[in-house]
């Protein structure tokens, strides 16, 4: 079979790519490996929400259409919406199609698949940046007995044993997961490395629209001083809820949760934590507070001082004076450890060599090394926003076009 | 960016560490340091540790002169006191490696210093390094840093310079962090 671009997953990325392709009269077909929205259906615990509000979701042609803008999707809603958007851009979908590999052929690629191979000039990787859960290598020193759990296998409360739960991570699944399970009565240890913290709502509005409203969404990959740094800075710690709740730390130590240092060690039984934690939480504290002097010096600027609450700045995170720095795992208290520990891409079908030393790979904004292949969704691709759903259209736009020109045989690539 | 002086001083060549950064990324190897130090016991508590060469950049480095250290024990200890206990020479350690950090995140921030000065203190209760409660550990029972910093700017910039110059200690990693010690007998 051949076409002139495969598009590989058909999430919100691809699905706007493919949009933006249709629109340039492109010929293309987008491959995925289960159904639309494949990740959401299948590896989503029962209880998440999106975390940005549902009018933050502009897509290129499509957007929220409901009574609730400042809301916060389910993960039916969050797939009811994706698919309604396949739909609506009547994108070229093969669903149940798995790519087993991607290979550099003549001028182009052969993009072989569960349901043969395709022929194809370009190619756009839209297979998302959360397919593998990173699980730390001290895992193996785990005692026996001990469940553990990543968040793509976790469902809900009733998959974890009564008794102690260790969660390692504290970005939003971590602090999420944390909220729920102290909930259901596991009392919840919280080992806490690099974090980002964020409230909710800041001077009467969400977080989430000041972020994009001053231009925060908006920063660019290449006006960074370090875009490495900048493409492993931890998920925010936030949730969507009804009632729009804060879920920092202070909340999850209010709660009851055990916060300790970042997980450094398993020996002997023993879960090792870092004495850093009271830096760490400095660190986002003080994070945080340029993250709102920056919306605060930009509603000065936009003439919103009047129009808002007040700027304020929040308690700083509560540090007992000794947290604990060893957990014992073997004496029947502690019966699951979750793995917050972040995600990274599954590229295993790429048969192309652009992955570095690290197994990422090797992009400029999201214009890979190889010719005519091309990357979205991972974090900070081209600007902040690049993992969100809001910020799928601009990078779709700006790589279609690319992709466009390098078809056109335009040596600049514009 | 390269043709303007910054005319913030710290006294550290934070060019060259970015340049060596920019360097490393293309030759990881040359990242890998094995850092030595040799001791020699003289009498009683009394050692003298010497410092010299390590390898760093896929070579043998020389210091540009050998360094030692004297560690005794404190005249309550019933020692002579002929140098600093060694639980003091990693607290000296700790202050040492954060207040270079501080300079140099500083440096690239370009925030100018003038004064810069830590406090560091360490509790512990004896009861563990003499074998009498099996409850107590050997080391610190924590480590208090206090710093007076003068510089040319806010609080909130100094606290972050601070807190980042925490985040990129060694010795604050080694110090917070497990490390698995092998001890051999030749």
Not at chain 1, 288 to 306: C, K, N, P, V
Request: with cysteine; hydrophobic share 35%; glycine share 8%.
């Amino acid at each position: 079979m051949r076409t002139t671009t495969v598009v590989i997953g058909a999430g919100h990325a691809g699905l706007a790519m493919s949009h933006c392709l249709t629109s340039r009269s492109v010929d293309h077909v987008v491959l995925e490996r289960g159904e639309v929205a494949n990740s959401w259906k299948t590896e989503r615990w029962d209880s998440l929400r999106l975390l940005t509000p549902n009018w933050q979701s502009r897509l290129p042609g499509y957007g929220y259409e409901g009574a609730d803008p400042d809301g916060f999707r389910t993960m039916p809603e969050t797939i009811a919406f994706i698919e309604r958007y396949a739909e609506r851009c009547a994108a070229p979908v093969e669903i149940h199609t798995a790519v087993t590999s991607v290979r550099s052929e003549d001028d182009g690629y052969r993009v072989s698949t569960s349901r043969g191979d395709w022929r194809c000039r370009t190619v756009v990787l839209a297979t998302g940046a959360c397919n593998i859960p990173s699980v730390p290598a001290v895992a193996a020193a785990l005692p026996p007995g001990i469940l553990t759990l990543t968040p793509m296998e976790y469902r809900n409360p009733d998959q974890v044993p009564e008794g102690g739960v260790l969660i390692v991570g504290a970005s939003a699944t971590g602090t999420q997961l944390a909220e729920e399970l102290q909930h259901a009565g596991r009392p919840v240890t919280l080992a806490v490395g690099e974090h980002v913290r964020a409230p909710r709502t800041y001077r009467g509005r969400d977080i989430k629209w000041w972020m994009d409203a001053a231009g925060v969404m908006d920063d660019r990959y290449d006006d960074q001083d370090d875009i490495v740094r900048a493409r492993h800075v931890p998920s925010m710690q936030l949730a969507g809820s009804p009632e729009r709740r804060t879920l920092d730390l202070n909340r999850l130590t209010k709660l009851g949760v055990r916060l300790t240092g970042r997980l450094a060690g398993i020996r002997d039984g023993q879960a090792l934590f870092s004495g850093s934690l009271r830096n760490q939480c400095d660190l986002a504290d003080l994070k945080m507070d340029r993250l709102l002097d920056r919306i605060d010096q930009w509603a000065t600027e936009s003439g919103l001082d009047g129009d808002t609450d007040p700027p304020h700045r929040f308690e700083p995170t509560r540090v007992e004076r000794t947290p604990p720095l060893a957990l014992d795992l073997t004496n029947g208290e502690m019966r699951t450890v979750i793995w917050a520990t972040g995600f990274r891409p599954d590229y295993s079908w790429l048969d192309v060599p652009v992955l570095d030393r690290k197994a990422r790979i090797k992009h400029d904004g999201g214009v890979v090394e190889a010719p005519g292949m091309y990357v979205m969704g991972i974090p900070f691709l081209r600007r902040r926003k690049s993992t969100f759903i809001d910020g799928a259209g601009d990078d779709a736009r700006d790589l279609s076009s690319h992709l466009a020109s390098y078809l056109n045989g335009d040596a600049s690539h514009a | 960016m390269a043709t303007t002086k910054n005319p913030v001083d710290n006294g550290v060549n934070v060019e060259a560490l970015l340049g060596a950064r920019e360097a490393l990324s293309q030759t990881p190897e040359a990242a890998k340091f094995t850092w030595r130090a040799t001791c020699e016991w003289k009498k009683g508590t009394q050692s003298r540790s010497t410092v010299e060469g390590f390898y760093g950049l896929g070579a043998e480095q020389h210091h540009k002169s050998k360094f030692t250290f004297d560690a005794d024990h404190p005249e309550v200890f019933a020692s002579e006191d002929t140098g600093a206990t060694p639980v003091e020479i990693a607290l000296a350690a700790l202050a040492s490696c954060l207040t270079a950090g501080i300079a140099a995140v500083a440096q690239h921030r370009a925030i100018q210093l003038h004064r810069v000065t830590a406090t560091i203190e360490g509790g512990m209760d004896i009861h563990g390094i003499l074998g009498m409660d099996s409850d107590v550990r050997n080391g610190f029972d924590g480590i208090k840093v206090s710093y007076d910093i003068d510089a040319d700017a806010t609080p909130a910039e100094i606290r972050a310079v601070v807190a980042q110059s925490q985040k990129r200690s060694a010795v604050y990693d080694l110090i917070t962090n497990p490390t698995n010690v092998t001890v051999e007998v030749k």
